[in-house]
T-cell receptor, first 116, second 114 residues
């Protein structure tokens, strides 16, 4: 079974600084997708970014980018120019379409606080 | 606008009572999911359904039941057999053959057992 590990329960960053959230996963699949979801204090889950394992290039969405290291099974999220609105829980998630449309597996989350 | 509607947003229940959480989507998604969220535990899968009249147990299905009589609706019943039901419940949906299986989430329901 696939597992997702987020080793940082809590992190903080100064406004305008850069922060990196860590995520590792375990799988024997070769084709899969990785995601970062954000859950702000409203508790509405929002997709931040996704990465397809067969793509070498790291995904980027504005201030959010990932460092995908397939061999190391690592998928970290970098937030540049942190803003107060980035304060949220961040969840890393894994999905492999090869075994049917099985649900996403989530990590336990990292609580990020952006400090003014 | 398309989306997922969960109700109620807050629910209080006495011990021994069953309670049903509603989840409705108008995204025409085939698959629907229920996750439970507890502090420090992330999201844990309760049940999911990929087609009407069919559903599968997730990792923590004990004490819960679901039905999928319509594509748009996937209600979750928290039964009295669930030993620790106080939690935040999230419903989600996705297209069935989207490859990336991107989930769209509802706003959640907070259940408190008194």
């Amino acid at each position: 079974a696939q597992t997702v590990t987020q080793s940082q329960p809590e992190m903080s960053v100064q406004e305008a600084e850069t922060v990196t959230l860590s995520c590792t996963y375990d799988t024997s699949e070769n084709n899969y997708y990785l995601f970062w979801y954000k859950q702000p204090p409203s508790r509405q889950m929002i997709l931040v970014i996704r990465q397809e394992a067969y793509k070498q290039q790291n995904a980027t969405e504005n201030r959010f980018s990932v460092n995908f290291q397939k061999a190391a099974k690592s998928f970290s999220l970098k937030i540049s120019d942190s803003q107060l609105g980035d304060t949220a829980m961040y969840f890393c998630a894994f999905h492999s379409p090869g075994s049917g449309n099985t649900p996403l597996v989530f990590g336990k989350g990292t609580r990020l606080s952006v400090i003014a | 606008d398309g989306g997922i509607t969960q109700s109620p947003k807050y629910l209080f229940r006495k011990e021994g009572q069953n309670v049903t959480l509603s989840c409705e989507q108008n995204l025409n998604h085939d698959a629907m999911y229920w996750y439970r969220q507890d502090p420090g535990q992330g999201l844990r899968l309760i049940y999911y359904s990929q087609i009407v009249n069919d559903f599968q147990k997730g990792d923590i299905a004990e004490g819960y039941s679901v039905s999928r009589e319509k594509k748009e609706s996937f209600p979750l019943t928290v039964t009295s057999a669930q030993k620790n039901p106080t939690a935040f419940y999230l419903c989600a949906s996705s297209p069935l053959f989207s490859g990336a299986n991107v989930l769209t989430f509802g706003a959640g329901s907070r259940l408190t057992v008194l």
